[in-house]
């Protein structure tokens, strides 16, 4: 027979079971992009591979890129990728952010996203780059939207979600997009 206090017990392990990892939606975006939902958890890390390491980088480095932004140009960037060593794919989100701005939600003046699959080969998120997907920025189409939520902490919480298009031809929708990461001040010298 169970006494109360083993059944208390049984009950918290469960419940400590059943709750997700605090690692699996801090510091990460989530989106469902061609019918797949996606997990980008991962900063940028270097490897072994030349191609992928972004001049050298320290592992500090490389996460600080990963998750910055400049108080002074109002710029934020983040990156993530699906695994830490061997991504598959990426993302790179790119928007105006003023910290000072305490109304929220708000939608940004500008902002652009891209999807990188790592088969076609390096880390960087450039416009040259054709094969994989970017957004039209929200500029100039209606096409990307997001919306910050809160500023937290030096976390910065939002969604968003568009259409992108590749350089290859091909548009995939990008939906159900959420974000929760913390970010890194730089000062430009």
């Known amino acids: 027979m169970i006494t109360d206090s083993v059944a208390l017990i049984l009950c918290a392990a469960l419940c400590c079971l059943a709750a997700p990892a605090p690692d699996e939606w801090e510091n990460a975006i989530s989106c469902t992009f061609k019918n797949r939902d996606l997990l980008f958890a991962y900063p940028m890390q270097p490897t072994q591979e030349a191609f992928r390491l972004r001049g050298r980088r320290a592992v500090e480095q490389m996460d600080t890129l990963s998750n910055w932004y400049s108080p002074s140009k109002k710029y934020m960037e983040i990156v993530r990728q699906d695994h830490p060593t061997r991504p598959t794919l990426g993302i790179a989100m790119g928007f105006e952010f003023d910290e000072e701005n305490g109304e929220f ?62 350089g290859a031809g091909p548009m995939g929708s990008i939906e159900n997009g959420h974000f929760a990461v913390k970010v890194y001040r730089i000062e430009e010298k």
């Open 105 to 166: 939600p708000y939608t940004p003046a500008s902002a652009v996203i891209q999807i990188k699959d790592f088969g076609w080969g390096g880390v960087e998120f450039s416009r040259r780059d054709t094969l994989n997907y970017t957004g039209l920025s929200n500029e100039v189409s209606d096409d990307l939207q997001i919306e910050l939520e809160a500023y937290r902490n030096d976390t910065i919480f939002g969604r968003f979600s568009g259409l992108l298009i590749s």
